[in-house]
């Protein structure tokens, strides 16, 4: 009966760490930040061309 | 254990907290002024872009550059300002209690002020004694009036902002030990940023440019006026933006059915915006000669301090979501975004300005490196720029936060009917601004010129060749201006439903429940005098040389050029 509980509790615990998850933001911030670097190479290029 | 991000299921600590009714008059005179100088400058905007694409002409009578300067008079300062003011005066009351009769008079004496500034500069600009656009750089000369109606639209927001600022320390005061509430946090540290900032503005206007508009001196230090321009134009668009993070951080997440990520991280956030988004105005200058290297070089460093901040906004609020949507039942790498209230206008606006402001931070980074700015300096990138960032990312949230924010202050309801037309008015905007933006950027990129009115370059070819492109044209821009006018006659629309006949009832202030590490708050994070004093050594060390050296080594001084543009 204990192990029972137990075993759910530490179900539920896995359930509520999942909610906590963050995958989706690092695959956004790295989104951004490969955004960013590419738009300041693509000006930084035309800078090099018209010099 | 780890706590429910929900706030559904967060136990209620004390009753929903409402705006004062006296506290919501105020709030709501600010909102009515800012929305009327909305319209008058939308439709300014409309006939200067027709105008700049050479399909109208504008009449004898009203310039170019009057109309130029009247759009961004009203809708970058005037518009922004008062809500912005309405917005604090309605958020301080619902987190932090009524204001005391004393403070808000004084709210009231700052709302009078500023408005007789508003006039008076309005005046000049319709008497077309003042077009010398909202950056009213020298040599172009106003009308001493202008300048003074200036003056004063800055001291009335430095009063009112006295009284939010005491009503916010009273709390704390009140409250020892206690971190104080989020929005109060907020509001202080960007009105302290604006009253720090102001200095500069007030500084050039009432030392330079009145006396010379009064001929009391024949001529002015431009280099030095410019410079003191800058050192309040650029945290002037920290004073735009950090009351639209502030519906990011706070509305948002209760809009979503969530709480805020992190208070501390935000907390941080916002400490960093004082401290690092005023020592950097010369990155406006990279162009300018009269600053050494070294003190542009220094300030540029310091720009891109001012980033990290902004980065961190951007991961709190997608954390935010991420972790609000996978509680309500979102699972995998991304659909949990199904779970957000797409159809939700106080969501939606600011959303898609949270998404419009990634290419505009992007953009932002690249004006403000030293040789990227060689390329796209005084084109029409910048115009792109601006129109992104205060233009998209702070109106669209200002835009979302007019469908509660109104019906709170005037005791009416946010009806079906209306939400449809905010998301009709938020596609537009977004259409309308993504052809006229996204047009502007790339003629800048060819060498399009900014601030000037229709022109062929006398039928230059490289010029001609410049606006012959399919989106990159005339047209492109001239049809986003259209959309963009529509967009905002809709709005006023809207605005005008939401103050005077929408249904009379009950609506939220949304606002976050305390984040989970509110109790952990750094006190650190709240020792002000701390952060002001690391703020004025970090804009003593960035412009004492360098303003030193352009007063005792002033470039010759310059008479007025007041004729060039009428």
């Given at each position: 009966m204990s192990r029972t509980v137990l075993k759910t509790q530490q179900h539920q615990q896995l359930k509520q760490e999942d909610h906590s998850s963050l995958k989706g933001t690092l695959v956004f911030v790295m989104f951004v930040g490969a955004f960013i670097f590419v738009s300041w190479f693509a000006v930084f290029y035309l800078f090099l061309i018209r010099t | 254990m780890l706590q429910s991000n929900l706030a559904y299921k967060l136990p209620l600590t004390e009753e929903p907290a409402h705006v004062a009714s006296k506290d919501a008059k105020l709030s709501f005179v600010h909102v009515v002024v800012a929305f009327f100088a909305f319209l008058i400058g939308i439709l300014g905007g409309l006939l200067q872009g027709l105008a700049r694409g050479g399909i109208i002409e504008l009449p004898a009578w009203l310039g170019y550059y009057q109309i130029l300067t009247a759009h961004g008079v009203l809708l970058a300062l005037v518009f922004t300002t008062y809500l912005i003011f309405g917005f604090f005066f309605a958020g301080m009351s619902r987190t932090h209690g009524a204001f005391s009769d004393r403070l808000r008079k004084m709210g009231w004496a700052g709302f009078i002020i500023t408005t007789i500034g508003t006039l008076m500069a309005a005046s000049m600009i319709i008497a077309n004694e003042?077009?010398?656009?909202?950056?009213?750089?020298?040599?172009?000369q106003a009308h001493y009036i202008f300048y003074s109606g200036l003056a004063l639209f800055v001291v009335g927001t430095w009063v009112a902002g006295a009284a939010i600022m005491a009503h916010y320390f009273q709390w704390k005061k009140e409250h020892p030990g206690e971190p104080t509430p989020l929005f109060g946090f907020m509001a202080t540290a960007t009105l302290i940023l604006w009253v720090v900032a102001g200095l500069g503005v007030a500084a050039t206007v009432l030392g330079q440019m009145l006396p010379w508009a009064l001929g009391m001196t024949d001529e002015i230090n431009v280099l030095l006026s410019r410079t003191l321009f800058w050192y309040f134009g650029h945290p002037l668009v920290y004073f735009w933006i950090m009351p639209a993070y502030m519906v990011w951080y706070l509305v948002i997440p209760k809009v979503i059915g969530g709480r805020l990520f992190s208070g501390s991280l935000a907390r941080l956030a916002f400490i960093l915006f004082l401290l690092f988004?005023?020592?950097?105005?010369?990155h406006h200058q990279l162009m300018e000669a009269g600053i050494t290297e070294f003190w542009k070089y220094i300030q540029t460093v310091l720009t891109f301090v001012v980033v990290v901040p902004s980065l961190l906004t951007a991961f709190s609020i997608f954390a935010t979501f991420e972790q609000t949507g996978r509680e309500q039942g979102g699972k995998g790498l991304?659909?949990?975004?199904?779970?957000?209230?797409?159809?939700d206008v106080r969501f939606f606006a600011p959303f898609m300005g949270m998404l419009v402001f990634i290419p505009a931070g992007a953009g932002g980074l690249i004006n403000a490196s030293f040789q990227l700015n060689a390329v796209?300096?005084?084109?029409?990138w910048v115009v792109g720029h601006f129109h992104l960032t205060v233009g998209t990312t702070v109106i669209l949230t200002f835009f979302g936060m007019a469908f509660w924010l109104i019906p709170v202050i005037t005791g009416r309801r946010l009806t079906k009917s209306m939400n449809r037309s905010g998301m009709v008015t938020t596609w537009l905007w977004t259409i309308g601004m993504f052809l006229m933006s996204g047009a502007m950027h790339i003629l800048g990129l060819f060498g399009a010129p900014r601030?000037?009115?229709?022109?062929?370059?006398?039928?230059h070819p490289q010029a001609m060749s410049w606006f012959e492109g399919i989106f990159a044209s005339h047209i492109t821009v001239a049809i986003g201006g259209v959309i963009l006018t529509a967009a905002g006659i809709l709005m006023f629309y809207n605005f005008i439903y939401l103050a005077?006949?929408?249904?009379?009832g009950e609506t939220e202030f949304p606002m976050t429940p305390d984040p989970d590490d509110t109790p952990h708050t750094p006190a650190l994070l709240e020792n002000w005098k701390l952060w002001i004093g690391i703020a004025v050594v970090l804009i003593l060390f960035a412009y004492t040389i360098p303003i030193y050296d352009m007063i005792v080594n002033a470039p010759p001084g310059s008479p007025a050029f007041n004729n060039l543009i009428r």
């Open positions: - | 003042a077009s010398v656009l909202y950056t009213f750089y020298a040599p172009l988004s005023i020592p950097v105005g010369f991304f659909s949990w975004i199904k779970k957000l209230p797409w159809g796209v300096h005084n084109t029409l601030r000037t009115a229709y022109t062929t370059y006398q039928d005077w006949f929408a249904p009379k």
